[in-house]
Structures are given as C-alpha cells and as structure tokens.
C-alpha cells in the first residue's frame, strides 16, 4: 500500500508548544518514594533525589510537571508536607488506599523542578477542600514574603518567591472515583469562585478547570458546556484526561486510538467554542491533556491494596510497555502536535514507575520503557512550526473506531536551522506502507537521520535486564529525489526523518 502527502512550509498549524512535552509526578505508588525521590540509593544527592533518575528526566525532554495529583490531589492537605521533616504527619491517601508519610512535598518538589529545569503546573484540591486552602497555597508559594504563609516558606529555606503560574483546579472532578466528586454545577461554581479569588492574589496565573476524565464518560460534552458556561472568563484552559489499552486482543483498534485522541480533541474544541458563542466571550479556551498515555487499568498492578494495608509506596500501575504501546505513544504525540492551535499544554502520565517511561529498581538501577523512545525523539526534534501534512492514505477498518487511516503524520519547520522532521505512524498490524511525501516547497533538503521503531513482535517488552535490544534504528529505505521523499515504513511502526 502506498500513502501519498504533501508537506509545505506555507500550511502552518501553530506553534511547537514546549508544554505539550509536560509529565506528571503524584503521590502514588513508587512515583515519588524509590522512584524520583531515595535518599538511601547510591546516587542520592543532599535532597535525596536520585540523580540517575535526574539525568533520564533530562535525556526524556520533559518541559512541564503536573504535581502532587491526579487523584492524590482531593484528600491533600499541603500543608502537612511543609517544615521539618520530623514533624510531618502521616495520613491515609484514600485515593491509593496508601499510607503517605510526606518526607516529600511541596518544597521538595520545587527544589527538584529546579534541578530537573521544568516548569512546576501545581493541582489544587478541590474535593475535600475548598477557596481559602487555595488562597493559602498560592500565598504560600507566591508572595514575596510578609504574610504568615510566605515567611514561613523563607523559613522553610525558599526565600524568593516561587511564582507559579499554572495551576490545576481540580482534579478529575467528573468522577465519581474522586474523593468530593461533584455535579457539573457544583464544580462549575467552586471553581469558578476559587479561580476568582486565585487571581485576586495574582492576576496572571494561567488556570486549568476540569473538563472530563475520559470522553467515554456519560458526562462528556454537557460537562465542559456547563463549567465553561459559569467559568469561562476566570479560567485560560480546559483540562482532557485519556488513557488507551489494548482490550479483548484487538491489537487494530488499539493501534488506532490516536484517532479516539482526535476525536476528543476536536469535540472539548467544538464544545468550548460553542460556549464561547452563548456567553459572547471574546477569548479562546484552549486545552490542557494533562493525563494521556497508554494504561491497562484492568491488570493486576492498577489494583490498589485494601482492608488494614495502607501501605507506603506500594508497587502500583507498574506496567511494561511492549513496542506497539510505543508506537502508540508517538502516535498520541503525533496527533496532540497537530491540535497545536488548541492544544497548549500535555501532560504523559506519568513520569517514573507509574505507568511511566522511566523505570527504577528499588535501591538499583534504572531503566528505559519502550515509551521512552518516541517520547524523547519527538521532544528534542519537534522545533519551530507544526506543519499539517496533507495526507491520502490508505484506509484499515478497526472493531472500536470503524474505518481510520493507516498512516498518521504530521511534520515540524524551524525557519531558523532549516530542519524539516516527520513524524509518521504506520498503524497497520499486517501491511508495510510506501510513504510517498512531496517536500517540493521547500527547495533543497537533505536527509538528516531517518529512524524507525519496530520489532516483529511487536509485544517484545523492555525490562531491567533488557531495555536496549530494540531501540529505534536507521530506515535504510529512506530516500529523496527531486524534492519527494520515499519511505518504507514497516507494520507497527513509528518513524522521525529529519531533513535540512
Ligand atoms: O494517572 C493515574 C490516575 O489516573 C490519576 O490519579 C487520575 O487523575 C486518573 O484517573
């Protein structure tokens, strides 16, 4: 089968948003505790994150990081993780059914997003609590200094203020999973009223309001209309959550899901814009995908403990990832670069252990899941413009999403180098694809590095033992002439050609 594309530096989309290439730290599982933070393990620094950790973190590409939630985040009480260590209490985290010690918070986490050079995106909590914590934490983490919560942060040894701009209000409160769960009305005013307060204290913060958990919620779509109906002026984004698995051995629709992706996106658009209609408002709402990512929730290691066991960091949605979750991930990433005009801001969920990229061995080593590929190459090479890619491809049917394209691309321009990448997905599971791509409106170009990710067996899993016997290698296919690029892009596959 062959997929016919133009490219052309004139067709821009938006863009290439640092923020779409953000991560996630929570409070769960081995996330924080024996995952970022291990004052016992050998390349602990003097803040007890472990530096081997720090450099994947880096080498990963990630720009901003959501924290403490997730669902963590609506039975927090932040100030318990602040001051001495010694005098922090211990509470239950209803959420993971855990036990959370707070020997790390919110002063920690800063100190390590300086470390890791990413930006902070704070979650507020909107379950259990309320405007005046909200107004607290801000105070806390924002004002220069002279109230009772900003000097007790210079006490805390942080004498400049941290200045955080993007704040979460909320999480997930569509569900009723979240702890102070609510209607669309009920969170449609308390964050409305706490976004107000918010920027009482700081007019500029950029504020995200929950929009829904998953579009496959009963909720989707009158959800967003109802908050954005009451929130719109106080708030600059609108928050999307999805995960995609592999479900009943239907590897087809699986491979498909950046199709699912799209669809969500163009629909919280299509939603957000028709509240801006109804409310005459003159600004845009644009999103925030701040939980994406592959995640087999029905599997054993999502299963939180119960009864008695309220463990401290217990080993929870560890999952392996095998090269088709990874071919997925870069085809998510794909599909969030070519919403770049409205999509501002995403989130992979998460960072380290939890359904996450990077991987630590309690006291060991670290290492790399197959998502980490697509992940990184496409944070370090995506520069400049997003380019739509003009695509005639062949058509797969799929059990869950009916007739999708196979092929899946979009491509990046930095007027300033010259370099021209694409990204492109084969999602086929049985036919390789010829990618026929005319670059004519670029003059002359030449290849860079093509390099593909595939395995014949696409369920091969990285491991501790082994998370380097398929990494993405070079596409001897690749070949350009007259100004058309020619590729072979192999079933399952994903693929950065980078030209200049
Ligand atoms: O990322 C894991 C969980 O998924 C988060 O805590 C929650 O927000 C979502 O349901």
Request: some cysteine; aromatic content about 10%.
């Given at each position: ?5 133009t ?11 640092r ?10 599982g081995?996330?924080v505790y ?7 393990h ?16 880096k080498?990963?590409?990630?720009s ?10 609506s ?8 001051g ?55 105070d ?23 200045r ?44 995200v ?15 967003e ?13 609108i ?33 957000a ?35 008695d066991?309220?463990?401290?960091a ?16 870069g ?13 501002h ?38 520069q400049?413009?997003v ?15 009916g007739e999708?394209?196979a ?44 390099l ?30 007259n ?18």
């Open positions: 089968t062959t997929a016919r594309a490219v052309d530096p004139a067709f821009i989309v938006g863009p290439v948003r923020r779409t290439f953000g991560s996630f730290i929570e409070h769960l081995r996330c024996t995952g970022i933070y291990d004052p016992t050998p390349s602990a620094d003097q803040d007890g994150f472990r530096a081997d950790v720090m450099e994947l973190v080498e990963l590409g990630v901003t990081v959501r924290y403490p939630g997730g669902n963590f985040v039975g927090f009480r932040w100030e318990d993780s602040i001495p260590k010694e005098d922090r209490p211990r509470r239950l985290d209803l959420a993971w059914h855990s036990t959370e010690p707070n020997e790390f918070g919110l002063d920690e986490f800063m100190r390590w997003c300086k470390k890791a050079d990413v930006e902070p995106m704070m979650a507020i909590n909107l379950g259990t609590r309320g405007v005046a914590e909200a107004i607290d934490i801000l806390y983490c924002n004002i220069p200094g002279g109230t009772s919560w900003s000097d007790e942060r210079r006490k805390n040894g942080a004498e400049d203020p941290y955080i701009k993007m704040w979460c209000l909320g999480n997930e409160m569509d569900g009723p999973w979240q702890t102070g769960h609510k209607t669309a009305e009920e969170y449609a005013r308390i964050a409305t009223e706490t976004a107000r307060a918010m920027r009482q204290v700081n007019p500029d913060l950029e504020l309001a929950c929009g829904s958990s998953t579009s496959d919620m009963t909720t989707f779509g009158s959800w209309y109802t908050v954005l109906s009451e929130a719109y002026e106080q708030v600059d984004y928050s999307a959550h999805e995960y995609y698995y592999e479900d009943n051995d239907d590897l087809a629709s699986f491979l498909a899901s950046g199709h699912k992706m799209s669809n969500f996106i163009e629909s919280v658009v299509a939603t814009d028709a509240a801006r209609a109804a409310g005459k408002h003159k600004k845009r709402i644009n999103i925030s995908f701040d939980e994406w990512n592959v995640w087999y929730q029905k599997a054993t290691p999502s299963q939180p403990p119960t009864g066991d309220w463990p401290i217990p080993a929870l949605l560890e999952d392996h990832y095998n090269v088709a979750d990874a071919v997925v991930v085809d998510l990433l794909i599909t969030l670069l070519r919403h770049t005009d409205r999509v801001s995403a989130s992979l969920a998460q960072l380290v252990n939890v359904i996450a990229p990077i991987m630590t061995v309690p006291g060991g080593k670290t290492w790399k899941q197959t998502t980490f590929h697509p992940f990184a190459l496409t944070a370090k090479h995506a400049g413009e380019l739509q890619v003009a695509l005639k491809s062949p058509k797969i049917h799929t059990e869950r999403h999708v394209d092929l899946t691309a979009v491509a990046t321009h930095n007027e300033s180098t010259g370099e021209v990448v694409v990204f492109a997905v084969n999602r086929s599971i049985d036919d390789s694809a010829s990618l026929e791509l005319n670059l004519s409106g670029f003059g002359d170009l030449e290849i860079v590095e093509a593909t990710y595939f395995n014949d067996d696409p369920y091969w899993k990285a491991s501790p033992e082994d998370d380097t016997s398929v990494v993405p290698a070079v596409n001897e296919s690749v070949a350009l002439s100004g058309q690029l020619d590729a072979h892009l192999p079933a399952v596959s994903w693929s950065v050609i980078r030209l200049a």
